[in-house]
């Protein structure tokens, strides 16, 4: 009998650690690419998000031929302290709903809502950031529910509570007083303090609280004019883009003289690790855009002073300028930079090198009450003249 012998051969160890190290080095060329184009498309949603907030910005003007309030309601005014009203600290995100396709979550928030425990709440909802267990925000259903067109997918922080925002209203390139309600002679607010002047110095942007501002106050030019910029959902880290350090004393307790070095330099009174500068060793967090409903500065609003991705940060409770003061920059989770609406509906990405000016004593309202003029030029670069609707500055983000 004969026997054929076979001439079948398998791999050599050598052989298969030479395949398997191919196999990983195409993984590892190909892996950074993959995440690339999911980045790039998840920048372009971003983007898209932010036009369809632009269209709903034109669509609001074009109802009532005015922007809505940085923060505003229905009511009562700001100073009563009823759990049940809103005391005007709704986000102007609230007034958008009926032009940016959320009409039927409009109509819970316009009408009487009944909660699941059983509570009746008015009409437009409570205040969005009360600490009452029963009238609480986060109690009111409507304000839990969220829009993927506030989300930025780039940004993957998520919460339980109230729904979140990525998206801010522009509040000028103003400190002291910046998130204080806009008072002036032809309001129904009037206001002694240095004749009106000092808040007109203060609230610069295309938004503020407590007023609306239309197209025809932005003088410098619709294309020229920040409407909104990116902001990152804090996650309770230390990371200049995501919070502000709630009890953070800067260098002088009237926000007046070095705001801007203090707040690059300090968080929680520590200083910034030299080698990861946004990073902080200390200081209390107080998270932006965990509620997309709450009208205050901190939570949708960002100020055009520190470029894109510096930190933010504003005066404790304590003070008697606590939660109306400081600096709040614009921010996210793409590399470099932010995106920002204009006031035009155009989307623009802004990089961190931005000119944001070279002053760190820059300010445009001064502890003894002195302020800038009306009009006058922003003493914080490009950014800061992109951030005010009628400094007399044609600056563009192509300089």
Not at 90 to 99: I, K, Q, R
Not at 151 to 170: E, I, K, L, V, W
Request: aromatic residues 10%.
């Amino acid at each position: 009998m004969r026997f054929l012998k076979s001439n079948r051969q398998g791999f050599t160890l050598v052989e298969l650690l030479v395949v398997i190290a191919i196999i990983g080095v195409l993984v590892g060329l190909l892996l950074p690419a993959v995440q690339a184009a999911r980045e790039a498309a998840r920048r372009m949603s971003c983007s898209n998000n932010f036009k369809q907030l632009g269209l709903s910005l034109h669509n609001y003007h074009a109802a009532y031929d005015k922007l809505p309030m940085g923060s505003g309601g229905t009511g009562v005014d700001s100073n009563t302290n009823s759990p049940d009203a809103n005391n005007l600290r709704l986000s102007g995100l609230v007034a958008m709903l009926p032009y940016m396709e959320q009409q039927a979550l409009w109509q819970m928030i316009s009408n009487p809502f009944q909660s699941q425990a059983g509570y009746l709440f008015p009409a437009m909802g409570p205040t969005p950031g009360s600490n009452d267990p029963v009238f609480a925000g986060a109690a009111y259903e409507p304000f839990r529910q969220q829009s993927p067109t506030l989300r930025c997918p780039s940004d993957s922080a998520r919460h339980g509570g109230m729904a979140q925002t990525n998206y801010a209203f522009n509040y000028g390139d103003g400190g002291r007083f910046v998130g204080a309600a806009y008072r002036d002679t032809h309001t129904k607010f009037n206001s002694a303090w240095t004749g009106n002047q000092g808040d007109k110095a203060s609230k610069r942007g295309a938004f503020t609280r407590e007023y609306q501002f239309g197209f025809r106050d932005i003088r410098d030019g619709l294309s020229n004019t920040v409407a909104m910029a990116e902001i990152g959902v804090g996650d309770s880290t230390p990371e200049g883009r995501e919070v502000i350090a709630y009890q953070y004393q800067l260098d002088n307790p009237l926000f007046a003289r070095q705001p801007i070095l203090g707040c690059k330099n300090q968080q929680g009174g520590q200083i910034t690790d030299p080698e990861s500068p946004r990073q902080y060793v200390a200081g209390t967090l107080y998270p932006r855009g965990r509620r997309w409903a709450e009208g205050h500065v901190g939570y949708t609003g960002i100020t055009t002073v520190l470029p894109p991705n510096s930190p933010t940060c504003r005066l404790p409770s304590s003070t008697a300028l606590g939660g109306m003061s400081g600096v709040y920059s614009a921010g996210s989770y793409h590399a470099g930079g932010a995106h920002v609406l204009l006031c035009d509906g155009a989307v623009r990405f802004v990089t961190e090198s931005v000119d944001s000016g070279s002053d760190a004593n820059a300010w445009t309202v001064s502890i003894g009450g002195g302020h800038k003029a009306p009009g006058s030029k922003s003493p914080f670069g490009v950014w800061g003249a992109m951030g005010t609707r009628a400094s007399n500055e044609t600056a563009s983000l192509d300089e």
